[in-house]
């Protein structure tokens, strides 16, 4: 299902020094409409690195980034978003004192026009809010809730609506399970399955096999910054990625 | 059983919102309640009610711009020390004959300046906290003060300079007395926290502000540009400070080396009685304007009561503990851990 499907995202040659660290070397990467990738790799392979040159907050020091088959160079996480590349962070990247809906257009908030001045426009902010969760089928109890009074799940879910909230056609995932209670990991998983659905391409970078192989299509694996080795998933087994994962093929 | 303390706890949770909203200003009320009783001729007397905005109305300016400043988890501790600079710098124009909108706009133009300076040194030299660049600037600003000045007062502005920290607005048309009239300052205060409570709260930047203040790490990559935010917030933190030179200049007719000394902290004091946090992105433009009236009224009162300003230092270092102490239990009670 997935070669088939149009190309949306490659990177080329991916190289990223930090000082005299080598961070990431010659690595590539490419993930089709409504496919799922999955990106493994220990502690230091560099899975956290690539994703933020992605995202365009690194710089590659070589290499080059196509989407949708044209070569783009990002100033900034700005230029990635324009492409409609988003990025859903370890840390989730949300401020807890704003609200739900603050937080999903926090940086491109509707506002409107009163005279020369431009104000938020909190009505539409809550109304846009409130149909994209209910399209994600993502519960809370209202949009103005404060992002730190939920559990983290739900902040989990808030983050992927944020990155899904301005037709994404690519959305990348760090750890999206890591912090989250086990019967939340569910339903990020569905979640997942359901952006894929709607033909968004997926990165979800995880240490969880169980993540991996519930909604990947494809997984590659880093080591020590490289590539290290690449498969369909139903080509390859739990134990064969586990082996990539500390350097044995 | 369970269910009658469900609905307790439900009540409770659902108060917990309105108290950190209106909790400060309760205080306030409760206040001004004790003030009135203690002191029932004067406290609530037209001259002493006009008097203590008179004299809370330059501090109100500081105290809005370090409140900008805290929302952004940052610290500005040149205040006053802005705030001296503008008042020479005006007072120097003043006297060199320069025509009143000139003298007018000086200030306020220094006092950007100066802000503008606060924010450059915080982002483009990576100084590892605000606290360090504006202790720096606070000698700094303060000494160019002095050397520019040669450290003695220049006195006498005409009325025009004077308008906003001593002009009168009269109400006689009102049927009121002649002395029962509206200080412009007072009138300033309203304006400006009004201006600033709309930015702080229906702008982009003033989201972005909160947002900072809340996880800058969330703001960055929502493509905001900190940096600028933050250049943007040090030098309006340093205009409000050039209108508190501006008013001064007014209130004292005089620039003096030692206007605004520790004003600073009196300025964090307020926001924090006010219930803003010092971890950013938490707090509002009423509150602190609470903050501001707390400290105002009770150095007030306790003047009228004649009570050692010795004491007055004691009470508003216990309410500023007292006050976090309070805003720490409701953060147990109102967010997950």
Redesign the interface.
Known sequence: MTSTNKLLLEAKGITKYFGTITALENVNLKVHEGECLGVVGDNGAGKSTLMKVL?G?YKPSAGALFFEGKEHVLD???DS?NLGLE?V?Q????????PIG??IF????P?KNIGF????DFKKIQEMTSAHLEKLKINVKSADQ?V????GGQRQAVAIARSTAFNAKVVIMDEPTAALAIKEVGKVLDLINKLKSTGVGVIVISHRMDDIFTVCDRVMALFQGTNFAESQLDKTSRDEVIGWIMGKK | MEDKEKKQDSLYVKLIPYFEKYGILLLLVIMILVMHILQPDVFLSWRNVTNVFKQISWQSMLALGVFMVIVTAGIDLSVGSIMMLSLMILAIVAKAGAPWFIVVLVPLFAGFLCGLINGLGITLLRMPHPFIMTLGTLYIFRGTGNLISGGTPISGFTDEVRYLGHGRIDLTWLGLEKSQYLPVSLVLIAVVYFVFWVFLNHSRTGKWIYAIGGNPSAARASGINVNKILIIVYSLCGFLSGIGALILAGRTDSGYPNAGLQSELDAIAACIIGGASFFGGRGTVLGVFAGVMIMGILRNGLNLMDVSSFWQQVLIGSIIVLAVYVDVLRRDFGTRK
């Open positions: 995202s907050l900034s996480p700005k978003q990025m962070y840390d989730l990247a949300l401020a807890g004192n704003l603050e937080n926090l940086g491109r908030e506002t001045l431009k104000f938020l404060k730190e009074e939920l559990s």
